[in-house]
């Protein structure tokens, strides 16, 4: 089909270059008519691709049901809990931002006792010191369902049910699964390697990755 659509936009190119300037509707009809075609089918093309169900786009982008994850949080701290400066100065040290687009928006800390976990807290006004991101760094961390790293992809999948984006083109991991709860503005996404559990994350679903 993209073989189809690249040689009409060829043909119409080819038109609109020998006739430009003197383009007369009547004498070069068959090149409009290819443009009008070509317009139609690149609609078609694009209504399938990005909004039909069934879709590649709508399959990777459709809402799931939404999963209960109330109960997760990491070494006691959850996503969309509002970090005293005062708790942050006793419990955690600073990371520097490692990305300079998100140097305005987040700051980076490290618990200095509690089991190694990296966690985000916004700086913005709107959502000062919220948590808005946490990712597991210990093997001894597991979520509030009993996951850790080294699961299988059955295990999380049958502790925290089906109702998940199955991620299999991550850029980050040969498989991410993504659960949500939308009652709840938290997205819990694990990353997974040869089927072992590589990567928990906890994010606000306001803050998180498509």
Do not use: C, M
């Given at each position: 089909m993209i073989i189809v659509y690249l040689v009409l936009a060829i043909i119409c190119l080819m038109v609109i270059t020998a006739f430009y300037g003197k383009i007369n509707i009547r004498k070069h009809w068959i090149g409009f008519a290819a443009l009008v075609l070509l317009v139609a089918m690149m609609a078609i093309f694009f209504r399938q691709t990005f909004f039909v169900t069934g879709s590649p786009y709508h399959e990777i982008h459709k809402q799931v049901a939404s999963t209960d994850l109330s109960s997760e949080s990491v070494n006691g701290v959850k996503i969309d809990?509002?970090?005293?400066?005062?708790?942050?100065?006793?419990?955690?040290?600073?990371?520097?931002?490692?990305?300079?687009?998100?140097?305005?928006?987040?700051?980076?800390?490290?618990?200095?006792?509690?089991?190694?976990?990296?966690?985000?807290?916004?700086?913005?006004?709107?959502?000062?010191?919220?948590?808005?991101?946490?990712?597991?760094?210990?093997?001894?961390?597991?979520?509030?369902?009993?996951?850790?790293?080294?699961?299988?992809?059955?295990?999380?999948?049958?502790?925290y049910g089906s109702a998940y984006r199955n991620l299999t083109k991550s850029d980050r991991y040969e498989q991410e699964l993504v659960y949500e709860d939308r009652d709840n503005n938290i997205e819990l996404r694990f990353g997974f390697w040869d089927n072992k559990v590589e990567m928990i994350w906890l994010t606000a679903l306001d803050k998180a990755p498509i």
């Open positions: 809990q509002v970090l005293s400066t005062a708790a942050q100065k006793k419990d955690f040290k600073s990371k520097q931002v490692s990305d300079k687009s998100l140097q305005k928006e987040i700051k980076v800390l490290i618990p200095k006792k509690k089991e190694k976990a990296t966690y985000w807290v916004s700086i913005e006004d709107a959502d000062k010191n919220r948590v808005i991101h946490i990712e597991y760094g210990s093997d001894k961390l597991t979520t509030s369902r009993g996951i850790k790293f080294g699961d299988s992809v059955d295990k999380v999948t049958s502790t």
